[in-house]
């Protein structure tokens, strides 16, 4: 299986401040990797696709980077909505995998 | 429109086996390239990816659970059925089924709440 080491655990951002997630996979996983924006209580949203994508319907101060096996997530400028968990998912290869998911909250 | 909803028991006993229903509208699972997937997540963890059943009837299992999970369609391709056998107080978690096109989940069902136990 591949493994998705995800860090940090949790953050804590400032409104307007800009904020990185980051997702590695233990073997080359060709783009093929999500983010996901989950509140409490709901299910996962699709914010990122193919590492860069931004979903429809998504702020584009939202933005995802990487190749191989290393990725990650940038909120520009936090807002107040982004508050929640996320996570990464790589679709490369069965079985899925996500990340273990990063606490956002505001400070 | 998509929509996807699941459907459970709300609570089993351990032993017994779970039985989960994903009905969905706005698409067909006939069509090329469509893949439903069930996914957990316990309260407070991660989400972990089960199974799933494509637009051709092929099936792919977690090897983690593979030997206790079914999944399987209706004819009409408008619904995908989850078993697990056997379960046990580590099933206890929130069940999603969620569509996806090439490993994208864009679409998600609401989730319900499976509890084990005695």
């Known amino acids: 299986d591949i493994q998705m080491t995800q860090s940090p655990p949790s953050l804590s951002a400032s409104l307007g401040e800009t904020v990185s997630i980051e997702c590695r996979a233990s073997e080359d996983i060709y783009s093929n990797l999500a983010w996901y924006q989950q509140k409490s209580g709901k299910s996962p949203q699709l914010l990122i696709y193919?590492?860069?994508s931004l979903q429809d319907g998504v702020p584009s101060r939202f933005s995802g980077s990487g190749s191989g096996t290393q990725y990650s997530l940038k909120i520009s400028g936090m807002q107040p909505e982004d508050e929640g968990v996320y996570y990464c998912l790589q679709g490369s290869k069965y079985p899925l995998t996500f990340g273990s998911g990063t606490k956002l909250e505001i400070k | 429109q998509v929509t996807l909803k699941e459907s459970g028991p709300g609570m089993l006993q351990p032993s017994k086996t779970l039985s989960l229903t994903c009905s969905f509208s706005g698409f067909s699972l006939s069509t090329s390239g469509m893949v439903v997937s069930w996914i957990r997540q316990p309260s407070g963890k991660s989400l972990e990816w089960l199974a799933a059943?494509?637009?051709?009837?092929?099936?792919y299992y977690n090897p983690s659970l593979k030997s206790r999970l079914t999944v399987s369609k209706d004819t009409s391709n408008t619904q995908v059925f989850l078993k697990i056998t056997s379960v046990d107080i580590a099933d206890t978690a929130t069940y999603y089924c969620a569509r996806s096109t090439i490993a994208v989940f864009a679409y998600w069902g609401q989730g319900t709440l499976v509890t084990v136990s005695s």
């Open positions: 193919y590492a860069s």
């Open positions: 059943i494509d637009w051709d009837g092929d099936k």
